[in-house]
């Protein structure tokens, strides 16, 4: 299920969500509805595999740190994976911060992110 700020596109067997604009309010309940209906439709933990592509996030807010986190320990619950993709710094720097960075594998290319999963 894409929306018009977060599309859905996968390799292997790995979900890809590219997130078009800043993860801000509406933008970051339209991602964990997302991913909470993609891991409901998947058929094993191997299809519950989850990079989120970070590239044109330019601002995170809190709601978007609180779905990163309920995301995380909603993979996490049912023997999945996710990763960043991307971060930009400010980002990056918002993950360091709040402590969060060390729940999250982080990726500036695509390839290495996907055959880390694999």
Do not use: W
Request: charged share 25%; with cysteine; aromatic share 4%.
């Amino acid at each position: 299920m894409s929306t018009p700020d977060v599309s859905v596109r996968k390799k292997h067997d790995i979900v890809i969500l590219d997130i078009k604009k800043s993860m801000v309010g509406n933008v970051s309940s339209q991602l964990g509805s997302i991913v909470e209906e993609e891991s409901a439709a998947a058929s094993g933990p191997t299809c519950l595999k989850f990079i989120l592509n970070l590239e044109d996030v330019r601002v995170m807010d809190s709601t978007g740190l609180g779905v990163l986190a309920r995301i995380y320990g909603l993979l996490l619950d049912k023997g999945g994976e996710i990763a960043l993709l991307k971060a930009n710094k400010n980002v990056e720097n918002l993950l360091v911060i709040t402590k969060l960075d060390g729940l999250f594998d982080r990726y500036q290319d695509e390839e290495e992110a996907v055959y880390s999963m694999l």
